[in-house]
């Protein structure tokens, strides 16, 4: 078994080449219902973890929310800080900070607790069961009582995708867990480690960290990084209990 730190992994890549998803459907069905929050004189605040270069929280940002995005990467946050919009006479604002959302420790994030979380394509990246159950556990604290969360992760898919479950079968016994495997790059060199997760999987994780009222949709989709090959997408919304 050859663990590798997920951290490092991330920290390393180049922010340009950041896997992310132009269209989010359900994304933007999460976000209509909060329209009316949304609308309210105190703009409401969301938390983006692992923002990437902060294209998706402009996004949040412009739908209305105060939003702080954090990343591990302190080059993607570089990048995002290009976007970011101070508060102007209590209005809205844009704010990128480095976190490291899957650490042990709680990250001191400016701006908790938060009335909503967004947390798209990084539960699956982020090492092993241990830092997922960190990440959830510091969503969780981040968010105040009630406040909504929205998270997307891979799903497994080697029913739809013989290259999935070779994929399960070669790495699952170098990364010591089963549907966990290594993403590599067209000459096969390692960037980081990947989780499909079951839908049942998921919802003990969050209900595990003190989620409630968790919905998943699951759709067939195309893998993030590789177009051509057909993956499955957990789309899930919940609360903090
Ligand atoms: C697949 S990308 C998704 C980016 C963005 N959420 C989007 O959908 O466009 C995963 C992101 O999570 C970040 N990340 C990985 N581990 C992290 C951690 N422990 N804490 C914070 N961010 C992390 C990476 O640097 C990367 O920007």
Redesign the pocket.
Known sequence: MTRRD??ED?RA?PAGS????ASTPQLDRFLEGLRPQAAAARPPTLLD????TG??ARRLFDAGFSVVG????PT?IDEARLLAVPSEGGGAFLRFDV????AAERPRTDGAPFDVAVC???LS??GGVLERENLLRHLHEHLRPGGGLYLSASGVSDSINAGYARLYADDGPLTGEPYSYYSRDEKGTILYTTHHFSAEELVALLEGAGFVEVHIDTEREAS?RRPDEAAFFHYVTCRRG
Request: aromatic share 6%; with cysteine; proline share 3%.
């Open positions: 997920a951290g991330w890549f950041i896997p992310s998803k973890v692992g923002c990437g294209r998706l954090v990343d591990i990467s993607a976190a490291d959302i899957s798209q394509l990084v990246i982020v993030s």
